[in-house]
């Protein structure tokens, strides 16, 4: 890493393991840090620890010292001093000077933080209700990382794998010890893209952009969470970066980009009922189970029921067009934009034909494609 | 005022309408306590539900959408229903008795602006049984994801004007009270602290009010009638919200805080048999304090991604507010050095407030450093830090308030054993239920979420064991409040040796009727 730790960090680090050497579970600190950035983070915010918790000793000793000696009990007399302007003004400055000594490193990892110019590699990311998707601007590869915890295991019914609730089915893929800037938008609310060992958090607001970036110097799977609250499911919106050598990397992309001609070729195909109904089942418990529920029912008051709704049961052009467009002012985001039109055209004929329903007709790619807009 | 002075010596009238109709100081402080304190027990309850069903990773005994209305209504309801109506309380209570005023400036108005506070309980509550349920944003209730809400989003925004009126009301008569009706010879600085600090609050509270009922209209107007000013699409911008709700809520935080150290600064003197260390220098300090308050909003937003000019100023000038929070920390500790101590409830609530509150100003400073703060903000450390400076600082506050005066109210003596076991449960549960919140938070904890990943559930636990500790041990305060008022030993008109004051030269309880004659200050 080649950045020395001051005294109070060793220190730390060495208290630390004596309390807990077994315990990694009762983790006292930010996780180890993976870029430059994170780690000046985590050595200023000890350096600051450390420096409140000697005046903490200082402060609260004289004010132990007095509950012990100057007590009632023990025979003291009041003495009735107060008012010293020479007193006032020392416990003035002195914490100024104090401040003026922290706000100098600060000041100079503000504008490190600061600095996205001359990025290797630059990736949009677009926080959803609860997903991200991720755009690699240069190489035309984007795809949505969703949450890929089993319901069973948060609802109690499974065990708990490892990654609990911190794992996604496509992370994050980017290049060791290259310049990463993110550009951060949002669809629908706010979202805030946090990676604790990356040192990046980020608030993704919609309508807007904004940016960070970070150099990650270790390759490894780094994992966070969104951080802004952004409705039911903002617990359950992970984030997994993977940090690979250039050459993974670069198998990596190609590998998308395959698979991206392949999805396409799908957008002219006649499927089968069964192909859509599997494929829609997929992308519905992806995409739409949170509010809708795995089995339609919804939510009453709060996200309509699919089984037995007007719009699953009624013409297939009214129910494509709410799936592609969605509905303003509610939660109901337009699908269109995130998914291709297989996906939209297995995902509607599974509502019209599971869920409870059975409209009997089947939703093709070419239907979608002739609505949209 | 004429008519009052006639019929000296009358007691209280009898019955609901007392209540209903009342204009004394007294009777409306005691309202404002007992509101405080029921919406207390009310929002507690929902912090035992969120600290449930954070017990285990894994969703338990709720839905992810109500936990998110527990977080919220939790706030609201700590914020605007239990901690600022029992200051409210206080002031109307201690500061006629304080000042040597027969009552408050405008008794009528002081009326009013409790009795629409049950007003908007009742829609916050309501707000739980309708479609959709209560809102659920959090308390700061950012768009757009309030926009999304249903009905329930309406009420929140009236509770919250008529919450916003009361304050405003409540601030305008203490003002006035203050300005224009202390006893002769009680210059502004020989002001018992208190009055201090509850003047500034009121300055606050009536600069920052409007501004929060400002935003809340246009959250209205965005929901109902078209407007655009938090959604992109139509030339409005979500963040201008996070502006207009800090340069309130800031402020709010030390309308919360600047009263408690008002009580702070009564009950070590006392205790300590001593004068405040500097009392000039407090007073300034408490200025300095609020006015600093109105320049730093945007440290709430360092990870909106401000210019770095903007992170860099709004560091400055948070980090500034250390100094003069310090020179009250100093000013603490100097009034108790070569006093002559004793450890009653009051004392002992106090003595917890300076050790608690300061480590939650600790972890501010650590809040204010931007770059710190990428990592820290929307995490348990936040929320730690919070509950620091609000229930070790704030609800601690108040406890050595009400210990203190609560044989003046009720003319009886509290049991002096129950409260300490009070304290001393309630110091203990509260460090184990908030200080391993911090290493959540930096681990890598966001808050607000009700379910976790595995790493964090030993913390989680502690802090949950810590939690129902906690709210079980405020049962006592209940139980001594009661005790007091049905009975016990008579307390005296000065209960304590140390007290100075107007209020200790009345009778304990005071007549119903208190200073028709003003007193004489020298």
């Known amino acids: 890493m080649g950045h020395r730790r001051p005294l109070p960090v060793v220190l730390a680090t060495l208290l630390a393991g004596l309390a807990f050497p077994a315990l990694a579970d009762y983790q006292l600190n930010f996780p180890p840090p993976k870029t430059g950035l994170a780690q000046q983070i985590y050595d200023l915010n000890v350096l600051v620890m450390w420096i409140c918790v000697g005046i903490f000793i200082v402060v609260f000793g004289a004010m132990f010292y007095a509950i012990w000696k100057h007590r009632k009990s023990v025979g003291h007399k009041a003495e009735q001093f107060h008012e010293s302007t020479t007193v006032e003004i020392i416990w003035t400055t002195i914490p100024f000077l104090i401040l003026v000594g922290m706000a100098w490193p600060a000041t100079k990892l503000i504008i490190e933080q600061k600095d996205t110019s001359n990025p290797d590699v630059t990736v949009k990311i677009t926080g959803y209700q609860w997903k991200w998707e991720y755009d690699y601007l240069q190489d035309g590869v984007k795809f949505m990382s969703v949450l890929s915890t089993p319901r069973d295991q948060i609802e109690n019914k499974a065990a708990k794998g490892a990654n609990y609730l911190l794992e996604v089915d496509e992370p994050m893929v980017v290049p060791v010890g290259k310049k990463v800037r993110m550009l951060f938008t949002a669809n629908d609310v706010i979202h805030a893209w946090w990676v604790p060992a990356l040192g990046i958090k980020q608030d993704a607001i919609p309508g807007f952009i904004r940016d960070a970036w970070f150099t990650a110097n270790e390759v490894g799977t780094y994992r966070g969470q969104c951080a802004e609250l952004c409705g039911k499911d903002h617990g359950f919106m992970p984030i997994v970066v993977e940090v690979k050598s250039e050459a993974d990397y670069k198998a990596w992309l190609e590998a998308k980009k395959a698979k991206a001609v392949a999805a396409a070729a799908d957008a002219g195909k006649v499927f089968g009922k069964d192909e859509l109904m599997a494929r829609g089942a997929t992308v519905y418990n992806a995409n739409c189970a949170s509010c809708h529920m795995p089995n339609g029912a919804g939510i009453p008051g709060a996200f309509p029921a699919i089984t037995g709704s007007k719009i699953a049961t009624g013409a297939k052009e009214g129910h494509i067009a709410m799936a592609l467009n969605g509905k303003p002012g509610t939660a109901m985001p337009a699908f269109g934009p995130q998914l291709n039109d297989a996906d939209i055209a297995a995902v509607v004929t599974y509502q019209r034909n599971g869920l409870g329903n059975s409209t009997g007709d089947l939703v093709q790619p070419a239907d979608v494609k002739a609505l949209r807009k | ?522």
């Open chain 2, 1 to 522: 005022m004429e008519a009052h002075a006639m019929e000296h010596g009358h007691g209280a009238p009898k019955g609901i309408t007392r209540w209903l109709t009342t204009t004394n100081h007294k009777d409306i402080g005691t309202m404002y306590l007992w509101f405080a304190g029921a919406m207390f027990l009310f929002a507690g309850l929902m912090a035992m539900g969120i600290r449930a069903e954070l017990f285990q990773p894994g969703m338990q005994i709720m839905s992810p959408e109500f936990f998110n209305q527990l977080t919220t209504l939790h706030g609201l309801i700590m914020v605007f229903g239990a901690i600022m109506p029992a200051m409210a309380g206080f002031a109307n209570w201690q500061i006629p008795l304080m000042i040597g005023a027969p009552d408050m400036a405008f008794p009528r108005m002081n009326n009013w602006s409790f009795w629409i506070l049950p007003a908007a309980a009742i829609l916050l509550v309501l707000s739980m049984f309708v479609p959709g349920g209560a809102v659920a944003t959090g308390w700061t209730l950012y768009p757009p994801l309030y926009i999304q809400g249903g009905i329930s989003y309406d009420l929140t925004i009236f509770a919250v004007h008529i919450l916003g009126a009361s304050s405003i009301m409540a601030s305008l008569n203490i003002i006035t009270t203050i300005l224009n009706m202390r006893a002769p010879g009680m210059t502004m600085m020989k002001m018992p602290l208190f009055v201090w600090t509850w003047l500034i609050t009121a300055f606050l509270l009536i600069a920052v009010m409007p501004v929060l009922a400002g935003a809340v209209t246009m959250l209205l107007t965005d929901r109902n009638f078209g407007t655009h000013f938090f959604d992109a699409a139509g030339g409005g911008d979500p963040v201008l919200f996070q502006h207009v709700f800090w340069f309130f809520g800031h402020p709010e935080v030390y309308i919360l805080i600047l009263p408690a150290f008002g009580l702070v600064s009564t009950v070590i003197p006392t205790f300590a048999r001593k004068p405040l260390f500097g009392y000039s220098s407090m007073v300034y300090a408490t200025a300095s304090i609020a006015i600093l308050s109105f320049l730093v909003w945007a440290h709430h937003m360092f990870t909106v991604g401000m210019p770095t000019a903007g992170q860099l100023y709004f560091m400055y000038a948070t980090m500034l507010i250390a100094v003069p929070t310090g020179v009250k920390v100093f000013n603490w500790v100097a009034t108790m050095w070569k006093g002559s101590l004793t450890f009653e409830t009051p004392m002992l609530f106090a003595i917890g407030f300076v050790s608690m509150f300061t480590i939650g100003g600790f972890t501010g400073l650590v809040l204010a450093m931007a770059p710190i703060d990428i990592q820290m903000q929307d995490t348990y450390y936040v929320v730690a830090h919070f509950h620091y400076v609000l229930v070790s600082g704030a609800l601690f506050a108040i406890y050595a308030g009400v210990y203190y005066w609560l044989p003046k109210w009720t003319g009886h003596m509290y049991n002096e054993t129950l409260g300490k076991w009070h304290f001393w449960l309630s110091m203990i549960s509260f460090n184990v239920l908030f200080f391993p919140q911090h290493f959540l938070g930096m681990a890598g904890m966001p808050r607000r979420i009700p379910d976790y990943a595995l790493q964090f559930t030993e913390f989680n636990q502690i802090s949950s064991i810590g939690g129902f500790m906690f709210g079980a041990s405020q049962i006592l305060m209940l139980i001594v409040i009661v005790q007091a008022i049905r009975g016990g030993k008579k307390a005296e008109a000065k209960v304590w040796e140390g007290a100075q004051g107007l209020e200790w030269t009345v009778a304990s309880p005071p007549p119903y009727h208190t200073f028709e004659t003003a007193p004489e200050v020298k």
